[in-house]
């Protein structure tokens, strides 16, 4: 895989970062290893985690592996903290708590520097150059490399690039969003943002959880060992929240796509956002090893124009009338 810079980072990403989320839960650490070792093979150099996935145990099982096959110097590492790792405990952004959170994301992984930091959420209760601040002292004794976010919402993100700037802090050089073919909210505002200040997306949930590789059917509710077949209602995926109308006429175009190219709509669905010109390495889930090698067939898919028009087409959201409708008709946006 090629690598590009990231934003206006020093950071080299390839187009493809390994999601860590099914560590330690549908991955046991043996298969998270050998997914691990998969897509180091096939060239991948961003591995991405979070301390609450399995309550702390994927950084765990990438530290491990890290130790065990001697590639830290071939990977970036990207992780987060502001969750709570367990219901109703600490939290937030304040640094009182996000010091020991990311002092516990290095001891977690096993490694001297996170190459990449991201808030999981912003934290409207604690000024920006707060957090800000803490986040340069990490910056200052080599523990952070540089800062993402994820999930802000455009005012956060501009409001924190705006403390950034003029209080001399380090600034957000990627955002991470839930961004694919079944939810493009993102595109209301906060892209805008990212496009004015140079901040590729890592997109997560490039598959809507599973949705878009097609395994999910219209009238009959999942079962087995799948995501909603474990739990129908699980998050943003939910059974019932994505079996609409509008899910079934996008999965229809990626079909029909994926059959000129003889590629899955898995791959199909990664390579729109491979070649969408914000998107800086699209963040890959998978379960199994034979999940992943479908997943990274889709570096070699490459979209027409016109195929990749049709796909931004069919999955564009509906504009509302206010505001972004009656802005639009005053050339506003
Ligand atoms: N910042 C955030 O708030 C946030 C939130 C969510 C995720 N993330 C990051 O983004 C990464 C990816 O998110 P995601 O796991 O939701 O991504 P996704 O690609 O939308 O969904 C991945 C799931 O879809 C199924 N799947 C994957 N490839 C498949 C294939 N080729 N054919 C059929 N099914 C397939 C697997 O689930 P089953 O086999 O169980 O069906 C897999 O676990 C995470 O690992 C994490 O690093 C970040």
């Not at 390839?14 to 060239?43: I, N, R, W």
């Not at 950084?59 to 001697?70: A, M, Q, T, V, Y």
């Not at 000129?260 to 699209?282: E, F, K, N, R, Y």
Request: charged share 25%; proline share 5%; hydrophobic share 35%.
């Amino acid at each position: 895989m090629q690598t590009s810079s990231l934003g206006t980072s020093d950071l080299q990403v390839t187009p493809l970062t390994l999601g860590t989320m099914t560590f330690g839960k549908e991955a046991d650490e043996a298969t998270s290893h050998a997914l691990l070792d998969a897509y180091v093979a096939a060239g991948g150099n961003v591995i991405d985690t979070a301390d609450v996935y399995s309550a702390g145990l994927s950084e765990e099982i990438i530290g491990r592996w890290l130790k065990g096959s001697g590639k830290r110097d071939d990977v970036l590492i990207a992780t987060k903290a502001r969750f709570a790792m367990a219901k109703g405990g600490p939290r937030g952004l304040h640094p009182d708590y996000l010091r020991g959170a990311i002092e516990d994301n290095l001891r977690r992984l096993d490694i001297d520097t996170i190459d990449l930091f991201q808030p999981h959420a912003f934290d409207p209760n604690v000024p920006v150059a707060e957090w800000l601040g803490l986040i340069k002292e990490f910056v200052d004794q080599g523990k952070i490399r540089h800062l993402g976010v994820s999930n802000f919402l455009s005012y956060q993100l501009q409001q924190t690039l705006d403390v950034a700037k003029y209080e001399g802090l380090p600034t957000v050089v990627s955002l991470q969003p839930q961004y694919n073919l079944l939810d493009r909210h993102i595109d209301y505002e906060v892209m805008d943002v990212c496009k004015n200040h140079n901040i590729p997306l890592l997109p997560w949930s490039p598959l809507g959880g599973g949705w878009l590789s097609g395994k999910y059917e219209r009238d009959s509710v999942p079962t087995g060992a799948t995501r909603l077949g474990e739990d129908p209602s699980r998050g943003v995926e939910a059974y019932d929240k994505r079996n609409t109308e509008r899910t079934f006429a996008i999965l229809d175009v990626v079909k029909d796509i994926a059959a000129d190219h003889g590629a899955s709509m898995a791959q199909v669905s990664l390579a729109w956002l491979i070649q969408h010109p914000q998107v800086g390495s699209v963040i890959l889930g998978a379960r199994t090893t034979e999940q992943l090698a479908d997943n990274l067939g889709a570096a070699q898919v490459e979209l027409s124009t016109e195929q990749w028009e049709r796909l931004e087409d069919v999955s564009r959201p509906h504009t509302p009338d206010y505001p972004y409708g009656f802005v639009d008709t005053m050339g506003g946006r």
